[in-house]
């Protein structure tokens, strides 16, 4: 890629395609009754979970990341030649190094593509959809293909109650361009992202990095697995994801009843209505598949925007504001026209 040699102005960025892509097999909360101590109508009541999709022994995240990626191609009706950046949001990579995005790359053509994968939890393809915005309005970058994917059942506890019922795995994506400009055209309006890294222990995978390296008593003690302050998580989320959405409708003007729908990070029911009701979105403006799907971390608000915009509950030329909230402590939003 140049470097910026001269001053720009800063271009606009359209959606132009999104993808997304679960596996076969399904985990019902019943299943759950049958592994850990807990009951269907716990999970329901506290989170509206029903049911998640675990990725095959051999699926790999980059495999996932694949197919929702030619998902989001093909209805941007591109060539993968044409991607020029390609980031992959994952707190599951297939390995530590090389990243995600080359696999990613290789898999699908994408061979002028700058790849590189980023970790932001939750957030991550807000934090990509962002990262993507600000390479093509400063003209580094023409096309771009975000992707965030999840095999967060190979990073869960199976024997913890508390977080075991919660996550599930999935792929969603979705393709950037240089957009017109034009009133009613594409247009990605605003976004917003940021963290705390003072609460990093509240959510976490304390081990096999460099802080707990991977050593045979951490395996035994499931260092390596999801470990989560519920509580705590959910109060900082209900806060951070309505000031993050809220600053968003004040910068851009945008009115609450401007806003076509919601697609929100799908963690917890719960979370979902506290944000939206503070923010002043009715319940049928606002999106929900986590009883489908479970929290699929940074791919949830991917797969849900995929979902809304294919079952038409979002159309072109509608405002739709995402909202999320992760481990980081990460939040981010964004307002997008389609
Ligand atoms: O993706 C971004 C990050 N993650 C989140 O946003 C998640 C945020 N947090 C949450 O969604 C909720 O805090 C949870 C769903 C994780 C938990 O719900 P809660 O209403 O906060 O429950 P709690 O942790 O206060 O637990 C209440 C009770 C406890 O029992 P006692 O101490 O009251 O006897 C737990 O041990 O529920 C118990 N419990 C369960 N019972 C049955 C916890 N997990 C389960 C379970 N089944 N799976």
């Known amino acids: 890629m140049n470097d910026l040699t001269k001053p720009f102005k800063r271009l606009p960025v359209a959606l132009i395609g999104t993808g997304s892509y679960v596996p076969e097999r399904r985990l019902t909360n019943s299943d759950l009754e049958k592994m850990v101590d807990t009951s269907n109508e716990w999970i329901v009541e506290r989170t509206g979970i029903e049911e998640r999709r675990i990725a095959a022994p051999d699926e790999k995240t ?42 990613v790359q290789a898999n699908i053509g994408a061979k002028n593509a700058a790849a590189f994968d980023i970790s932001a939890a939750c957030c991550g393809f807000l934090f990509a959809l962002k990262t993507a915005v600000q390479y093509i309005g400063c003209g580094q970058a023409k096309t771009a293909l975000i992707i965030s994917s999840e095999k967060l059942s190979h990073i869960v506890n199976w024997e913890d109650r508390t977080t075991c019922v919660l996550f599930g795995d999935g792929a969603g994506a979705a393709v950037l361009r240089t957009g017109s400009g034009k009133e009613n055209d594409s247009a990605v309006l605003a976004s917003d992202i940021g963290s705390d890294g003072t609460l990093t222990d509240i959510l976490k995978v304390p081990g096999g990095g460099t802080a707990i390296p991977t050593t045979e008593d951490n395996i035994n003690e499931k260092l390596y697995t999801l470990a989560m302050r519920g509580n705590e998580v959910f109060r900082h989320a209900v806060q951070h994801m309505k000031d993050s959405a809220l600053s968003l409708i004040e910068r851009t003007g945008i009115k609450p009843e401007d806003i076509a729908l919601v697609v929100p ?46 079952a038409g509950r979002a159309k072109k030329g509608d405002i739709v504001l995402m909202v999320a909230f992760g481990a980081g402590l990460t939040w981010s939003s964004a307002a997008i026209r389609l």
């Not at 993968?80 to 696999?103: G, H, K, M, Q, R």
């Not at 979370?271 to 791919?299: C, D, H, M």
């Open 265 to 310: 990070h799908q963690a917890n029911l719960r979370i979902i209505n506290a944000v939206t009701s503070r923010i002043g979105i009715p319940p049928e403006r606002v999106f929900v598949n986590l009883q489908k799907y479970g929290n699929t971390s940074g791919a949830a608000c991917a797969i849900a925007l995929d979902e809304a915009v294919r």
């Open 62 to 103: 980059s495999d996932m990341a694949t197919k929702a990626a030619l998902r989001a191609i093909e209805a941007a009706g591109i060539q993968p030649e044409e991607i020029d950046l390609l980031i992959v949001s994952t707190i599951t990579p297939d390995t530590f190094t090389p990243s995600t995005a080359c696999y």
